[in-house]
């Protein structure tokens, strides 16, 4: 398995609160980054990049102030999910702002990301892509990813149908990158079974 020493390191448990839209602001990502696990904001949510910075400089300096408090808390990563449907330009625009707060980790969906990926890869920052099915997954590790988000049966949003006791291990035996298990994770003992089955990460 592949999971950056250094996130593994920022996390009491192996979990990314996904992205949602409509539901993830900061007081999400907030709370996720303080209990330890990777905490997300969604680009779908502001209505513009000022609202995005907005929202990256209210988590920055929320936790920075929690830090200062507990010196000895894991605080966990910050994700940020935007959709591969801008130009150039703005996908430039868009990870440098994210680069300015210590964003850590973007995550692609619904879309190819082979044009974004080299732009993430540039920033120093980690790439996750969403994908149903293995095809989908076959292309993000085409473009280079770091992480492929296996959303099978169970899963929220653009949701999979595949078994995750079929995915992930066939993902796996294909992919020595980060793998998450998204769908229907919702205790401990899944995110331990998403482990064994292969995967590094659980998505909330």
Excluded: W
């Excluded at 035996?173 to 899944?190: L, N, Y």
Aim: with cysteine; net charge negative.
């Amino acid at each position: 398995m592949s999971l950056s020493p250094e996130i593994r390191s920022q996390l009491t448990l192996p979990a990314i609160c996904a992205p949602m839209f409509l539901c993830s602001g900061v007081d999400l990502a907030v709370a996720c980054c303080q209990a330890g696990i990777v905490g997300s904001l969604t680009r779908n949510n502001s209505r513009d990049l000022q609202a995005l910075a907005a929202d990256l400089s209210a988590v920055a300096e929320q936790l920075s102030r929690f830090a200062d408090a507990n010196p000895a808390a894991i605080i966990g990563p910050l994700a940020v999910n935007i959709e591969p449907k801008y130009s150039n330009t703005e996908l430039r625009e868009h990870i440098d702002l994210c680069k300015r707060y210590s964003v850590q980790i973007i995550i692609t969906s619904v879309g190819n990301p082979s044009g974004i990926a080299p732009l993430i890869k540039d920033s120093g920052m980690l790439h996750y892509h969403d994908a149903t099915t293995l095809r989908f997954a076959e292309k993000a590790i085409a473009a280079g990813v770091d992480g492929i988000i296996a959303i099978g049966s169970g899963g929220g949003g653009h949701a999979g149908t595949l078994s995750h006791l079929a995915f992930i291990p066939a993902l796996r035996q294909m992919f020595d990158g980060t793998i998450i298990f998204a769908g229907a994770v919702s205790s401990g003992a899944i995110i331990r079974a998403a482990e064994i089955l292969g995967a590094d990460l659980a998505y909330l």
